[in-house]
C-alpha cells in the first residue's frame, strides 16, 4: 500500500503524513493556488492539476485511492467514484470520508449534496456490495489524541477490485 493517489489534495496534509512513512503520495486537486502551496512546501511529492471525475492517470496504478471531505462538493459523485475505482489496483482500497447529516441538519456551505444514512448507502451500492461505512466516531483507538471526531462524519472504506 505505498502509492496512495490523494483525491482534492488541499492543502496535502495527507500527503505531507503518508510522505514521511516512507510512502509514495500523489495529489490532485483543482485549485493552483493549493498546488502551488503544496509544491513548496512538500518537496519529492507529485502534485498535479485535475478534476475528480476524470483523473489524468492510467488504469490500476494505485494501491490506495482516498478522498477527504470532496464527494459533497461534486455535481455527480457518482462519476469521482467510478474514477476512483478505475485508477486503483486490483485488491487496493478506496477510502472516502463525507460529511453525514443528522437526522434533522441541513445543507453546509459549498456543498452541493448533503448526504444522509440511506442516500450515502444507496450511492456506494451503486457500485457493488464490497464496502463498508464507519462512523469516525468509532476510529477513536486510532486517534493519537483524545479529542472526539464529529459523530456526522462518515468514512467509507470500499474495496471493489479483486
Not at 28 to 54: H, M, N, R, Y
Not at 85 to 95: D, M, Q, W
Not at 120 to 144: A, P
Amino acid at each position: 500500500e505505498d502509492y496512495v493517489l490523494d483525491i482534492g489534495c488541499g492543502h496535502g496534509v495527507l500527503c505531507y503524513w503518508l510522505k514521511k512513512e516512507g510512502r509514495y503520495p500523489t495529489g490532485i486537486d483543482l485549485s493552483q493556488i493549493s498546488l502551488d502551496f503544496c509544491t513548496k512546501s512538500i518537496p519529492g511529492v507529485k502534485f498535479l492539476k485535475g478534476e475528480a471525475e476524470k483523473l489524468p492517470f492510467q488504469d490500476s496504478l494505485f494501491d490506495v485511492v482516498a478522498s477527504n471531505q470532496l464527494i459533497e462538493h461534486l455535481p455527480t459523485p457518482e462519476l469521482a467514484i467510478k474514477e476512483m475505482i478505475r485508477v486503483c489496483k486490483p485488491n487496493g482500497k478506496i477510502l472516502i470520508t463525507t460529511p453525514i447529516k443528522d437526522f434533522m441538519g441541513g445543507r453546509e456551505v459549498g456543498h452541493l449534496h448533503s448526504f444522509d444514512f440511506y442516500n450515502i448507502m444507496d450511492l456506494f451500492e451503486q457500485f457493488g456490495t464490497d464496502f463498508k461505512v464507519y462512523w469516525l466516531s468509532k476510529f477513536n483507538q486510532y486517534i493519537k489524541d483524545t479529542s472526539e471526531p464529529s459523530p456526522k462524519n462518515i468514512f467509507g472504506v470500499i474495496s471493489v477490485r479483486d
